[in-house]
């Protein structure tokens, strides 16, 4: 009785983690939930009641398909803080920029049509993408991002053999999971693929903001180029993921699909998220409360990379992320992060085996680390438990002759390109 398409839908390596991951004596280090307790929750709870009483009656009645226009231009302000001109016009209000990106490929994508995602790329992507029976092609990293040439050899393949090849999906800010982001010159030959061969990307942009070492955000690809760019954005990692508000920004003819797409998806998205939202960025200083979640993942991520220099075994090596919310480590040869997980549970960690983050397969070697929610101390604790599973883990292999490891001093491996 199902229709073809629900047979390739399955529950989401993260979401399956939930029920063990949450018990309090398990150190939680996979999911991506951000950390809003150093929201000022009084001072929200007096703008909605307030907003309830002044504006109820239309916070609560049902909007247009676009959403409201007061967001939409304040999302252009935010915008701006990327350096993206975007105008209210062209901004479609979205459940999340994860229902921006099932309106995207809904639109776009035919059963057996490709899109091309980085390696690794984001798990909650390759399930819509799955949903939609799209074929995910990937396209390698290295240490500064999508590869621009793999890109280039990819698209230029597939074309040749026949295959419609829809558009490129990339997160360039603090990729989930590898925690790697494009410099600007790298942004800037990815895009000059994408004119010279006339490619579409998708711009995945929750954590842009959220850098933590200093620097400003950098341009956005949006920002660069308005022609072959389609940008999704979020509030759900900047202000709060429970209201689920995200938006796209398009171009014009893009748009007007999003919104027939989005109006027999939902009629509209939510009124009162919307109003809530544009409530706290009208009477609440966002961007002083941005500098305040820099600094606290700036402890956690400092936190999780000194776990891993103290815990992780010689032949491990992760990336160091500027931003964002995740380390992408690499186990020492012949470890299987799936295979290990059950372990790493009944030793009280949790995390997500890098296997949940490619199409194809790969990644057994890898894991996802988020530092976003855990305080610094649980971090480091939480390493030291998945240092000692993973050693377990290596004692197991030399033991019965499934791996021959060296032994040498525990060192500092560095970031290192490897991101299989």
Known sequence: ??????????????RSLFAVANRPEVVSLAGGMPNISDLPLDVIGGL?????????????????????????????????EEQIHGHPDDVVITHGSQQGLDLLTRIFCDPGDVILAEAPSYVGALGTFAAYQAEVVHVAMDEHGLNPQALRQALLTLRAAGKRV????????????????QPLERRKE?????????????????????????????????????????????FSKTFAPGLR?????????????????????????????????????????????????????????????????????????WTHPTGGFFVWLTLPEGLDSQAMLPRAVSARVAYTPGTAFYADGMGSRNIRLSYCFPPPERIIEGTRRLGEVINNERDINETFGLKSFTHTPRIHPGPGPDLR
């Open 1 to 14: 009785m199902y229709a073809e398409r629900a047979h390739g839908m399955t529950a989401s390596a993260v």
């Open 48 to 80: 909605v009641s307030d907003l309830i009483k002044d504006h109820g009656t239309q916070a609560l009645q049902y909007g247009s398909g676009q959403g409201e226009l007061m967001i939409r231009e304040q999302i252009c302000e935010v915008m701006a």
């Open 166 to 181: 829809k558009f490129l999906y990339t997160i360039p800010n603090f990729n989930n999971p590898a925690g790697l982001t």
């Open 190 to 234: 990815i895009l000059a693929i994408a004119d010279e061969l006339d490619l579409l990307i998708v711009e995945d942009n929750p954590y842009g903001l959220l850098t933590i070492d200093g620097q400003d955000p950098l341009p956005a690809m949006r920002s660069l180029d308005d022609t072959h760019v389609v940008y999704l954005g979020s």
């Open 245 to 317: 508000v995200g938006w796209v920004l398009a171009p014009h003819g893009v748009r007007e699909k999003l919104v027939l797409a989005q109006e027999s998806a939902t009629l509209a998205p939510s009124v009162f998220s919307q109003f809530v939202v544009s409530t706290y960025l009208a009477h609440w200083d966002w961007r002083a409360q941005l500098d305040t979640f820099r600094a606290m993942y700036r402890e956690r991520r400092d936190a999780m990379l000194r776990g891993l220099t103290e815990h992780m075994p010689p032949g491990s090596t």
